[in-house]
């Protein structure tokens, strides 16, 4: 699944002439938490959010310039005052807007929302604005998801847990051997710790065709490769 399949194609702009009072207020009327911002060619020059917004004059919480101690305090300090203080979207935006292409895998997407710690992000085509994913399309991507095709015989399903366990990159350093026998999947080699153990069980689980899995992992602490293994557990039903 990619952008184009997920992303909401009527968007509501902005442009940089447009008042911050204006801007609230389409937020509001369309339940939204941010703007992409347009100039007069269509082109997006930048993003307003409710984050913004919370740091206006209008709500008592716009700071005070303060002490001032050097050259780039005092820059900052006047754009604190600007953003907080300016009628105009174009003041109050962010101008470097992290962008994705129609073709950006979901997965990506969802990364990318959690290194930069954004809600939304706009989709470009051909350097145009096409459409913006929000967290909110990611949810409706879950609940709509198709359950993968059944995987049947025991060859079938081993494949595709060594499969699901190489396209995990918290696995990737990790040599592990996998055995199925009547839908029960048999995990075998060393990890470096609980977490990692967890996380190969997990991916085991959530193949279709497993019905259980027993764990037989070593576990190996960093510190110590002499370090007791712990016997085989088993999940699942």
Known sequence: MKAKDIMTTRVVTVTPHHSVRHAAQIMLD????????TDDEGRLVGIVTEGDLLRRV???????VGAIRSPDRVRQQARDYIRSHSWKVGDLMTEHVITVEEETPVGRIAALMEERRVKRLPVMRNGRLAGIVSRANLLRAIAVAKLEAPVRGD??????????????????DVSLGVIVSGGIAHLWGDVDSESTRQAANVVAEGVRGVTGVVDHLGLIAADDPAADRHGPRATGE
């Open 58 to 64: 209008e709500l008592g919480s716009a700071g005070l």
């Open 155 to 172: 060859d079938a399903i081993r494949r595709s847990v060594l499969a699901r366990l190489g396209e995990v990159n918290e696995l990737s």
């Open 30 to 37: 369309h339940g939204i938490s941010g703007l992409p911002v």
